[in-house]
Protein backbone atom coordinates (compact mmCIF):
# COMPACT_ATOMS: atom_id res chain seq x y z
CA UNK A 1 0.00 0.00 0.00
CA UNK A 2 1.31 3.08 -0.81
CA UNK A 3 1.94 6.34 1.81
CA UNK A 4 1.18 9.85 0.40
CA UNK A 5 2.10 12.73 2.82
CA UNK A 6 -0.08 16.16 1.78
CA UNK A 7 1.45 19.07 3.86
CA UNK A 8 -0.66 22.28 4.38
CA UNK A 9 1.13 25.38 4.61
CA UNK A 10 -0.76 27.81 7.03
CA UNK A 11 -0.67 31.81 6.82
CA UNK A 12 -2.88 34.51 7.21
CA UNK A 13 -4.21 37.71 5.28
CA UNK A 14 -6.42 40.46 6.78
CA UNK A 15 -7.27 38.09 9.54
CA UNK A 16 -8.32 35.46 7.84
CA UNK A 17 -6.29 32.04 7.57
CA UNK A 18 -5.23 30.50 4.26
CA UNK A 19 -3.56 27.24 3.36
CA UNK A 20 -1.53 25.69 0.60
CA UNK A 21 -1.42 22.07 0.18
CA UNK A 22 1.61 20.04 -1.20
CA UNK A 23 1.59 16.43 -1.54
CA UNK A 24 4.33 13.87 -2.22
CA UNK A 25 4.64 10.01 -2.30
CA UNK A 26 6.47 8.20 0.90
CA UNK A 27 9.74 6.62 -1.46
CA UNK A 28 11.39 3.84 0.20
CA UNK A 29 12.10 4.01 3.87
CA UNK A 30 11.98 7.96 4.04
CA UNK A 31 9.79 8.95 7.35
CA UNK A 32 6.89 11.59 6.47
CA UNK A 33 8.25 14.01 8.81
CA UNK A 34 11.38 14.05 6.47
CA UNK A 35 9.02 14.11 3.71
CA UNK A 36 6.66 16.63 5.07
CA UNK A 37 9.14 18.73 5.92
CA UNK A 38 10.90 18.59 2.39
CA UNK A 39 7.59 20.02 0.92
CA UNK A 40 7.76 22.47 3.11
CA UNK A 41 11.24 23.39 1.54
CA UNK A 42 13.40 22.72 4.55
CA UNK A 43 13.07 26.62 4.67
CA UNK A 44 15.21 28.13 8.03
CA UNK A 45 11.93 30.19 8.97
CA UNK A 46 9.94 26.54 9.07
CA UNK A 47 8.41 27.69 12.86
CA UNK A 48 5.76 24.14 12.95
CA UNK A 49 5.80 20.96 11.39
CA UNK A 50 2.72 18.76 13.22
CA UNK A 51 1.20 15.33 11.98
CA UNK A 52 -2.76 16.51 12.33
CA UNK A 53 -4.32 13.14 10.44
CA UNK A 54 -4.41 10.46 8.23
CA UNK A 55 -7.38 8.90 5.97
CA UNK A 56 -7.25 6.15 3.10
CA UNK A 57 -8.21 7.45 -0.32
CA UNK A 58 -8.00 6.52 -3.86
CA UNK A 59 -5.90 3.28 -2.48
CA UNK A 60 -3.48 4.44 -0.46
CA UNK A 61 -2.56 6.11 2.76
CA UNK A 62 -2.74 9.86 3.50
CA UNK A 63 -0.93 11.56 6.32
CA UNK A 64 -1.75 15.29 6.78
CA UNK A 65 0.30 17.56 8.36
CA UNK A 66 0.15 21.12 9.32
CA UNK A 67 2.78 23.60 8.97
CA UNK A 68 3.52 27.27 9.82
CA UNK A 69 6.45 29.04 8.28
CA UNK A 70 6.92 33.11 8.48
CA UNK A 71 3.03 33.41 8.14
CA UNK A 72 2.91 35.43 4.61
CA UNK A 73 0.54 33.43 2.48
CA UNK A 74 2.53 32.17 -0.95
CA UNK A 75 1.84 31.34 -4.11
CA UNK A 76 -1.70 29.46 -4.05
CA UNK A 77 -2.76 29.71 -0.74
CA UNK A 78 -6.34 29.69 -0.99
CA UNK A 79 -8.49 31.18 2.15
CA UNK A 80 -10.41 28.53 4.56
CA UNK A 81 -13.65 28.96 4.48
CA UNK A 82 -16.01 28.20 7.45
CA UNK A 83 -16.41 24.79 6.67
CA UNK A 84 -17.35 21.86 8.83
CA UNK A 85 -15.57 18.59 9.87
CA UNK A 86 -16.00 15.58 7.60
CA UNK A 87 -17.69 12.26 9.31
CA UNK A 88 -19.54 9.56 8.39
CA UNK A 89 -23.37 9.06 8.55
CA UNK A 90 -22.95 5.63 9.86
CA UNK A 91 -21.60 4.61 12.59
CA UNK A 92 -20.11 1.25 11.59
CA UNK A 93 -18.15 2.93 9.05
CA UNK A 94 -15.30 5.62 10.69
CA UNK A 95 -14.78 7.15 7.25
CA UNK A 96 -16.34 9.65 5.82
CA UNK A 97 -17.54 8.71 2.15
CA UNK A 98 -15.87 11.93 0.53
CA UNK A 99 -13.25 14.55 2.63
CA UNK A 100 -13.17 17.72 0.22
CA UNK A 101 -9.84 19.76 1.38
CA UNK A 102 -11.47 22.65 3.35
CA UNK A 103 -12.47 19.54 5.70
CA UNK A 104 -9.54 18.40 6.00
CA UNK A 105 -7.86 21.96 6.73
CA UNK A 106 -10.63 23.02 9.12
CA UNK A 107 -9.67 19.74 10.88
CA UNK A 108 -5.79 20.92 10.43
CA UNK A 109 -6.19 24.46 11.91
CA UNK A 110 -8.32 22.91 14.70
CA UNK A 111 -5.67 21.02 15.63
CA UNK A 112 -3.05 23.85 15.09
CA UNK A 113 -5.54 25.93 17.97
CA UNK A 114 -5.26 22.93 19.76
CA UNK A 115 -2.00 23.10 20.45
CA UNK A 116 -1.48 26.73 20.75
CA UNK A 117 -3.54 26.13 24.21
CA UNK A 118 -2.41 22.42 25.19
CA UNK A 119 1.75 22.52 23.38
CA UNK A 120 4.02 25.07 25.37
CA UNK A 121 6.69 24.43 22.31
CA UNK A 122 3.96 24.85 19.64
CA UNK A 123 2.30 27.72 21.70
CA UNK A 124 5.41 29.37 21.74
CA UNK A 125 6.35 28.70 17.82
CA UNK A 126 2.66 29.78 17.29
CA UNK A 127 2.83 33.05 19.25
CA UNK A 128 5.91 34.16 17.18
CA UNK A 129 3.57 34.76 13.94
CA UNK A 130 0.77 36.83 15.54
CA UNK A 131 -1.24 36.86 12.11
CA UNK A 132 -1.10 33.23 12.25
CA UNK A 133 -2.26 32.69 16.09
CA UNK A 134 -5.11 35.63 15.62
CA UNK A 135 -6.33 33.47 12.38
CA UNK A 136 -6.91 30.67 14.69
CA UNK A 137 -8.81 32.35 17.23
CA UNK A 138 -11.75 31.38 15.63
CA UNK A 139 -11.22 27.60 15.16
CA UNK A 140 -12.61 25.25 18.22
CA UNK A 141 -9.64 23.98 19.18
CA UNK A 142 -9.43 20.18 19.03
CA UNK A 143 -7.53 16.77 18.23
CA UNK A 144 -7.91 14.53 15.85
CA UNK A 145 -11.59 12.76 16.29
CA UNK A 146 -12.99 15.18 18.35
CA UNK A 147 -16.15 16.65 16.87
CA UNK A 148 -17.80 20.17 18.24
Do not use: K
Not at 13 to 32: E, N
Not at 112 to 128: K, M, Y
Amino acid sequence: MSVCVELLVFSARDGALHYTPHGAQVIGDRHPDAVAAALAGNPPDLTVLHSTSWRYAEGRVVLTYAAVLDGTPGPGARELPEHGIARSPDPRRPSPPQVCPDAVATHAARHLAWLRETDPVAGAALAAIPSVWNALDIHIPAPAGVIA
